[in-house]
Structures are given as structure tokens and as C-alpha cells.
């Protein structure tokens, strides 16, 4: 028996060949006749349309072109799933809104509370394969309006206005038999090509050298041991493409999701610490929000702010939020399970306080993400196509959101990214110079709470919805960019607020730029005694923020109280012993100085 007899017998154990009725005229090429009403579909016209059908498929699959796969009876939703589960692709169920690719250029906005939802997708598919075609008439309609072409399985009863809009129709009949072997093609099909498509570039990146650097850095990755991590210089990154229409395409597969968990009573604050004022009135809060709105407006992109609130930090943040309507930002609110959730997990969490794979990612990632899903907010972001979450778990006032680092991610496929600090200590010696990328000891790097996580990674991650979640078993390949200085302006304590309160920093438009006299490419170290630590002690022993562009570092303990248009240099000390004060007075300046009484400066010991 040949292979063609044994394929052709597979076929009929589907019952493929039986249709519903007798076949309209233009069905009549794909049978041979009827019996009892019903049209006996040519199993030979099947197998051909099957071949070209994976063959388009196949074509595709090499130019990494996005598929959309309908499927509206529900016995079929098991092999669907499992079939998108192993070739990679993600379930879209956008086209259950009907009109998902035609209004996708102007998406639908449903309003309620001044909320907005977008509920379409931002980038149409290359190829749209139905199982019932019949059934779902309006999605050919929508596809062939876009001339998206459609591979689809065709009976005899479909009416030929629809029939024409096919463009790989497979007669047959939708069987679950035969949408089982279907489905089973259709994944042959994709890890072939992705076997090949693997294979080219492994033998293409022997001739080019910069594919060549980019396998091995994630060879690289994968290598990496679990106490381990591999870092890449900001420096090696790709710069962003200049083309402001490519560079929108690429900001808008991105969502910032901050997280708003921190109160401000170590600092004295009442209230949460994104709302606490840094300069100008401008709060933590406005700094974020101003910075992402100015991405928008630059490159005309829409990338969503997601905030995640507590309980006692949400009437502080919608306070602040009252300053920015119209804007596309959500809240949600920690669930109260949750939080139940987060109680019993910190305690296994402090009896691995040694792990420092803990360290580098949020220990509340699960049940951010499980509180995200739960409010509903999650599905209409897969839907918009958004692919990387950037995670921002401090006050990080800087520029985070860089085109840069969302493109190296996108382009290597690497599903999570921490940035760190830039640091020498730990690096081992390796095959790779330090400006190629080193592996360090996770106990030797600092992270700025920043981070990047796919679609897929969190979709993963929600499957993981037990007490028993620790990111050491869920991230075990660890991979770090050593960011610069000038991507991290945390907003931890009140040395902190002097920096950014000072001369070496201005708001413009809303948002920080640091003064370009200044050329050390670091910001001073300032170390304040616990006489600084509150805020509102920290405001009345500075009458005003002293000038900080040439201090390389600041180490203040005791009662010492700053005058107005002050200037500091160099390396300086000042320590008030116990019951002593110490008077800096107006307009004074300080370089390379230590300072321990009164008598080191001179002038009267009172403001």
C-alpha cells in the first residue's frame, strides 16, 4: 500500500468526505456525487488543499507573519488550544467583538466613570485560518474587506458570496476527527519551519558577526548557573531606529505597570510616597505620568500607565491622579485575598532571606499580576497587542521608558530583563570582555527595581497561582542590563530630595533634566544623619536647597542648619557633636571641607 493510499484512508476514518447536503454548483469541483442527500466530497481534492493550504501556512511561518485562529464550537476548543500551546502562538479570542479588525484602525472606547477600555487590536494578522467557516461568516467578511487571506475548511451547504472570499478553501467536512488531523498538520507544519527558520540563523550568523555576537549572548543566558547572572552593558545595546514610524510601532507593544505599595512614613509622610513632593510642586506621581505622556506625544505611540494600589495608598494616588484626567491611566486595588495571599507567602520568603535571586525581581509579582487578572484589565491589554510589561516597583523619577532596551528584548526574544547598577565587584573571568557582557554572582549586583516581562512570561506566570511561588524556581535564567546612572533617581530618603530639589536638577515641561555643567557623569553621594530623616525636619534645617554641581560628597550628623544661597564643593563633612549646633551661614562656600564645631566656620551659631 502507498503512502498516498494510507493518507487518503486517514482521511476517510475522518469522515471528511461526507457533506451536509447536495453541493451547490460552484462546491460541485470538489465532489464525485451524492447519496442520500448528501455530497461525497473527493478525498483527492481534500489532500491537495490540505498541501497547499500548509504550504501558505509554511511560507508564513518563515517570515514570523501573525496568525489569528477562529474557532466558535466549543468541541473543538481543547485541540485549538493545544495546537497554539505547542507551536507558540497565542489563543487571540479578539474576534468574538466582531468588527476587531476593521475598527482597529479607530478602536471602540467603552466609557463608563471616565474609564477607557480599548478593545481591539492594534496590529491585523497575516493570515486568518477558520475551522467553521459557516458559522463565522462575519470574520471573513472583515479579513477579506483588509484583504487578509483565510484558510479555511468549506462544505457543500456554504453560500458561494462567502465561498469566493476563501483563499485556501479545504473541502471537508468539520468533523472533530477532522479538525484533529487538521490542527495535527498545521503544527507539523510550524515546527518544521521553525526548525528551519533556527537553522538559518545559526548558519547565517556564522558569516554575519553581529548575528554571530547576538547567539552567543544567549547562549550565553542559558548557560548561566542559578546563583548566576548574565549582565549586558547598556553600551552594547542597539541604538533605536530613527524612523519615528518604527519607533511607534515598537512603544506600542508596551504597558508600565507601577506598583504603589509604599507608604511614606519612613520619611515622616503620611501618605503614600509616590505622592510626595519632589520639586515644584511636582510629586512623584506627576514626574512618571508627565514622562510617559511626553513619550506619547513625541512619537504620537499610546502606551498605557497601569497602577497597582493598596488599600492604604489608593486615596493618596487618586488625589494625585485628579491633576491628570483624560489620560490613559488605570488603577486597580490590591484584592483582599491577595493580600491574605501576601501574608503567608513573606513568611516562607524570610526563611530564604539568603536567596539572592529574591533580590533581583519584586517579591509581589504573583500577586500583582493575579490582582491584575482579576480586575479585568489584563485580557483587553492582549487584545490592544501588547507584548512587555515594564514593571516599576520603586519611585524611580528618571526616564524609564527606553526604546532601546524594548527593542533588544523584542529582537532576541528574551521573555524577562532586571536592570542593575553598574558594578566591577564579582565579575568572573570569562571569555567575553567586560564591554561584550560578563556573568556575575546575583549576590554582587544592585537592582533599581525595574523590570521587563513579556506577554507570555506572564501568562505563565498566572498559571503558577499556589503559596508555594518563589521567583528563584520561576526565573531560573537571570538576565540583567548594567543600566547608567542616569536611568535611576530613586526617591528613598530625604539625601535623596536634596539632589533632586537642588541646582542639578530642572523641571521642564514636567519632567527632570540635569544640569550639563555638571561633569561628572554620577550624582554626589549625600549621607544625612536621622536629624534629616523626616521630611518636615529636613525642610527646616535647610532654608534653602544648598548649590550641589561640583560636590562629589556630602556626610552631615548632628544639629547642623543650612543657610540660604549655599554652596558646596569637592568632598565635605560636617558632624555636630551632642549638644552642639552648627550654623552654616547664608551664602557661604564649602570645598574639601570637615567641619566639627562652630569655630571651623565662623559667624554667629544662630539663623
Known amino acids: 500500500m502507498t503512502i498516498h493510499s494510507v493518507v487518503i484512508q486517514k482521511l476517510l476514518s475522518t ?63 481543547e485541540i485549538i488550544d493545544q495546537m497554539t500551546e505547542t507551536i507558540g502562538c497565542r489563543n487571540d479570542t479578539s474576534w468574538r467583538l466582531g468588527g476587531f479588525l476593521t475598527n482597529s484602525s479607530s478602536p471602540r ?19 486568518v485560518v477558520i475551522f467553521d467557516t459557516e458559522r463565522k461568516s462575519s470574520v471573513i467578511q472583515e479579513a477579506a474587506k483588509l484583504q487578509i487571506p483565510i484558510v479555511g475548511l468549506v462544505d457543500s451547504s456554504m453560500p458561494l458570496d462567502i465561498y469566493k472570499k476563501i483563499t485556501y478553501p479545504v473541502p471537508a467536512k468539520d468533523s472533530v476527527q477532522f479538525v484533529y488531523l487538521f490542527c495535527n498538520l498545521i503544527t507539523k507544519t510550524f515546527l518544521y519551519e521553525q526548525r528551519r527558520l533556527n537553522a538559518a540563523l545559526g548558519a547565517s550568523a556564522i558569516a554575519k558577526p553581529e548575528i554571530r555576537e547576538e547567539v552567543e549572548q544567549l547562549d550565553k543566558i542559558k548557560t548561566v548557573g542559578k546563583d548566576k547572572i548574565y549582565v549586558l552593558p547598556y553600551e552594547r545595546l542597539e541604538p533605536a531606529s530613527e524612523d519615528a514610524t518604527e519607533t511607534k510601532q515598537l512603544l506600542d507593544k508596551l504597558v508600565v505597570l507601577k506598583f504603589n505599595g509604599n507608604l511614606g512614613s519612613d520619611m515622616g509622610f503620611s501618605g503614600p510616597k509616590s505622592a510626595l513632593e519632589v520639586c515644584n510642586g511636582l510629586t512623584c506621581l506627576d514626574l512618571v505620568v508627565n514622562h510617559i505622556e511626553s513619550i506619547n506625544s513625541k512619537y504620537g505611540c499610546n502606551i498605557p500607565l497601569l ?7 489608593h486615596d493618596g494616588i487618586m488625589k494625585v491622579l485628579e491633576k491628570h484626567p483624560n489620560k490613559n491611566i488605570h488603577t486597580f486595588t490590591q484584592s483582599q485575598r491577595q493580600q491574605e495571599n501576601i501574608e503567608d507567602m513573606s513568611e ?26 482579576s480586575s479585568g484589565k489584563l485580557e ?43 558594578t566591577t565587584s564579582g565579575t568572573e573571568e570569562t571569555s567575553l570582555p567586560p564591554q561584550e557582557g560578563r556573568i556575575q554572582s546575583k549576590e554582587h549586583v544592585k537592582s533599581i527595581n ?11 506566570l498566572l498559571q503558577r497561582n499556589d503559596l508555594g511561588f518563589t521567583s528563584s524556581k520561576f526565573f531560573d535564567r537571570a538576565f540583567a542590563i548594567d543600566t547608567p546612572w542616569s536611568r535611576y533617581l530613586p526617591v528613598e530618603r530625604t539625601s535623596d530630595l536634596l539632589i533632586l530639589q537642588s541646582d542639578l536638577y530642572t523641571s521642564v515641561e514636567g519632567t527632570l533634566v540635569r544640569n550639563a ?46 543657610g540660604t544661597g549655599i554652596t558646596l564643593k569637592g568632598k565635605v563633612s560636617i558632624a555636630a557633636r551632642p549638644g552642639m549646633k552648627i550654623v552654616i551661614p547664608d551664602g557661604m562656600e564649602l570645598k574639601n571641607r570637615i567641619i566639627t564645631s562652630q569655630s571651623d566656620i565662623g559667624g554667629p551659631s544662630s539663623l
Open 380 to 422: 483587553p491589554l492582549i487584545s490592544q497587542g501588547k507584548e512587555y510589561f515594564l514593571l516599576l516597583q520603586s519611585e524611580n523619577v528618571a526616564e524609564v521608558v527606553d526604546p532601546k532596551i524594548l527593542n533588544h528584548l523584542i529582537k532576541n526574544s528574551i521573555e524577562h530583563c532586571v536592570e542593575v547598577m553598574p
Open 450 to 460: 525595574t523590570m521587563w516581562m513579556s506577554m507570555s512570561c506572564v501568562e505563565r
Open 109 to 127: 472606547k467603552f466609557r463608563g466613570r471616565n474609564k477607557k477600555l480599548n478593545l481591539t487590536a492594534i496590529q491585523p494578522p497575516d493570515c
Open 15 to 77: 469522515n471528511a468526505h461526507l457533506g451536509r447536503r447536495v453541493a451547490a454548483h460552484h462546491f460541485k469541483i470538489y465532489s464525485i456525487g451524492s447519496r442520500n442527500g448528501m455530497t461525497i466530497i473527493d478525498s483527492e481534492k481534500t489532500l491537495i488543499c490540505l498541501r497547499n493550504a500548509c504550504s501558505f501556512i509554511g511560507e508564513l511561518v518563515r517570515q514570523r507573519a501573525r496568525f489569528i485562529f477562529v474557532n466558535t464550537n466549543t468541541l473543538f476548543d
Open 517 to 562: 555643567a555638571r561633569a561628572n557623569p554620577k550624582d554626589p553621594s549625600i549621607e544625612l544623619g536621622p536629624e534629616f530623616g523626616n521630611v518636615d525636619d529636613f525642610r527646616s534645617l535647610f532654608k534653602s536647597i544648598p548649590s550641589i554641581i561640583e560636590l562629589d560628597s556630602l556626610k552631615v550628623t548632628g544639629d547642623v542648619w543650612f
Open 307 to 313: 497602577m497597582m494600589n493598596t488599600p492604604s495608598t
Open 348 to 373: 516562607s520568603r524570610t526563611l530564604n532571606k539568603s536567596s539572592a535571586q529574591e533580590k533581583l525581581y519584586p517579591s509581589n509579582l504573583l500577586e500583582v499580576f493575579l490582582s491584575l487578572n
